[in-house]
Nanobody, 124 residues
């Protein structure tokens, strides 16, 4: 079983910065392909924030371009989201996601895994 655990959320003033981390762990052998961050604000649908391929190609929502940076450390099975110039509208629960292929002990088709979410609150 593979698990994703996010850390780094919290309360910050507008204009401030936060860094989120998400580490994948589990027993067996698995390959992590695309990783990403999504967010869900109260009363709204979950939306994409940023994604990164295993090779490092990135994609961002227009609302965060120039302010957020996604990166990953494949050796640590970890993805990061550096968030700068935060705005109150960035307030949401942030979820980590990863597309993972499990090879052992029991091979499984490539599937999407999600973290439990971490709250980010930006005060004005």
């Amino acid at each position: 079983q593979v698990q994703l655990v996010e850390t780094g959320g919290g309360l910050v003033q507008a204009g401030g910065s936060l860094r989120l981390s998400c580490a994948a762990s589990g027993r067996g052998i698995f390959v992590i392909n695309d990783m990403g961050w999504y967010r869900q604000a109260p009363g709204k649908q979950r939306e994409l924030v940023a994604t990164i391929t295993r090779g490092g190609s990135t994609n961002y929502a227009d609302s965060v371009k120039g302010r957020f940076t996604i990166s990953r450390d494949n050796a640590k099975n970890t993805v990061y989201l550096q968030m700068n110039s935060l705005k109150p509208e960035d307030t949401a629960v942030y979820y980590c996601a990863a597309r993972i292929l499990v090879l052992a002990p029991t091979p499984k088709i490539e599937s999407d895994y999600w973290g439990q979410g971490t709250q980010v609150t930006v005060s004005s």
